[in-house]
């Protein structure tokens, strides 16, 4: 069992920046993926960025390449996502998963919710213009 909790979430202006934090209790493995994930209102989820607890595999959705860093401390069990120059569109629900890297053994698949069996509530990014 995996728990998550997000913090970080809130009101910023456009242009700013804001940083994400995701706490993972219980068992993970140095080659789980851990992933982000946002959805606004009437959209779809989409995916944000992924990484592995060892470092390897960092892979970004296109419309925050540039612009997000998703980053984790191992001593923590603590990922991030740092994100900056936020534009109104970024405005969505932020949420952290984690998934097995067994799932992931191909090297495909980190965009696809359906395969990250643990999820946190998420937290709220609101981006004004």
């Known amino acids: 069992q995996v728990q998550l909790v997000e913090s970080g979430g809130g009101l910023v202006q456009a242009g700013g920046s804001l940083r994400l934090s995701c706490l993972a209790s219980?068992?993970?493995?140095?080659?789980?993926?851990m992933a982000w994930f946002r959805q606004a209102p009437g959209k779809e989820r989409e995916f944000v960025a992924v990484?592995?607890?060892?470092?390897?595999?960092?892979y970004y959705g296109d419309s925050v390449k540039g612009r997000f860093t998703i980053s984790r401390d191992n001593a923590k069990n603590t990922v991030y996502l740092q994100m900056n120059s936020l534009k109104p569109e970024d405005t969505a629900v932020y949420s952290c998963a984690a998934g097995s890297g067994s799932d992931f053994a191909d090297g495909r698949g980190y965009t696809s919710a359906y395969k990250y069996g643990y999820w946190g509530r998420g937290t709220q990014v609101t981006v004004s213009s």
């Open positions: 219980g068992r993970t493995g140095s080659t789980d993926p």
């Open positions: 990484l592995m607890w060892n470092g390897n595999r960092i």
